[in-house]
């Protein structure tokens, strides 16, 4: 018996799975993009137990083919317009399936020499295409996410040096400023760094979307005389919902002015941010200490990928050192990136990364995004004319937040219309939207941030919208 797959059912294997991939990225818009199935359905087609004998591997993928593939919801399709609408490209899925075959752990420079030094070089890739300064080193990490938890544990480290031995019990009180609209990734970090939610401050936004400088200063103020430790602010370049840009500049400011740390959430815009116009929203943002980016969101990167760039990397070191004898190394002067972190283990991301950045070059970057950006801004100019319908906020980027309108409608029948309105649309099958809260009103969002998203598909989403929404509103006038 062979350990593992012998070579030659392996390399057709390989082969019958490149055909596949290859044929799905093709044929992705023959499925819906939300799968037709109830919860419960896919594990009730799988067996309770495992196989006790090994099964062919041809039978293996035909049920790929049958019960897994058709049940997903298609990130990949031109149609997923939801959440934060994604790709993963050609040059990024080739990339993902080599670094499988390594099968790197890229804890230690000596357990993955190229995985740690091509990680260093293409955050500085990214670095130099975001315009930031050198002061900025990168690692990538799996998500944004654990991005920001750490770029708070280094700003933690900063404050208050001894949680590392001690703990948060019994020291100063820190406290995390953010405006309402920001992602919900910093409550999570405020909960796992043991700063606990009852110190993150939620700013008031503006009626754009955006943290009121003003509202940020005095509620430092208030908690300094108060006796709280103020310890970092989060500002976002590209809100989830809209992807509004605080006023970075004002914040940097601040955060000057009281010794705070900034972390700035730029893992959706942070891609437009390769394009020079887009860049100029974000004024201050290389005064940041520390900046996420996901390449997994807007670089066409597979999930995942995302970039934490940090000016103080010794702080991040400092707060989770820990080197076990069975770690140490001779190596010399060489980055671990299993110090950079709490995880130990590491995929080798960067290889899918720079396959992308190769394969498109900055310049096909540049323009993917421009396409995007322009493809969201003929939409808003669309809803912005067409009676029955208004944007409910500005697009700086590719997310379109709009609603439906209803003459003498309350607030709450307008959002129970708007919830059915977006139910219909995603049961219709070849788009699926998400929808969002703001200034207390349901809103429909519709995201392009998919390669394969082409003017066609952006034109039948809109016509998709209309004809949902006059089919509702003939039902609504029926009863
Ligand atoms: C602005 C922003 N920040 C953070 C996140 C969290 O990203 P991740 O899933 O990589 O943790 C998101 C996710 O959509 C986001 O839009």
Known sequence: ?????????????????????????????????????????????????PPVEGEPIDRVLDDYKALIEPAMTHWNHPGFMAYIATTGSGPGILGESLAAALNANAMLWRTSPAATELEERVCDWLRQMLDLPAAFSGHINDTASMSTLLALAAARQRLYPETRRKGVAGGPVMTIYC????????????????????????????????????????????????????????????????????????????????????????????????????????????????IVVNPHKWLFTPVDCSILFNRHPDLLREAFWVLPEYLKTDDGAVTNLMDLGVQLGKRFRSLKLWMVIRAFGVRGMQERIREHCRLAGWLAGEIESAPGFELAAPVPFAIVAFRARLDGASGEQEDEFNERLMARINAAGPVMLSHSKLHGRYVLRVVIGNLRTTEKHVRAVWRLIRQEAAALLAERKAV
Do not use: N
Not at 40 to 46: C, F, K, N, Q
């Open 179 to 290: 405006s309402d609209q920001t992602h919900s990734s910093i409550e999570k970090s405020a909960i796992a760094l043991g700063l606990g939610l009852d110190q993150v401050r939620k700013i008031e936004s503006d009626g754009d979307l955006r943290l009121r400088p003003e509202k940020l200063a005095a509620a430092i103020e208030e908690d300094l005389a108060a006796g709280f430790h103020p310890m970092a602010v989060v500002a976002c370049a590209g809100t989830t919902s809209t992807g509004s840009v605080d006023p970075i500049r004002a914040v940097v400011d601040i955060c000057r002015r009281h010794c705070l740390w900034l972390h700035i959430d730029a893992a959706y815009a942070g891609g437009a941010a390769i394009c020079a116009e887009y860049r100029a929203l974000m004024e201050g943002l290389e005064e940041a200490d520390s």
């Open 1 to 49: 018996m062979s350990a593992d797959l012998p070579p030659d059912e392996f390399r057709s294997a390989m082969h019958r799975v490149a055909e596949m991939v290859a044929d799905y990225l093709e044929e992705v818009e023959e499925y819906p993009v939300f799968p037709a199935v109830a919860p419960g359905e896919v594990a009730a087609s799988l067996p309770v137990s």
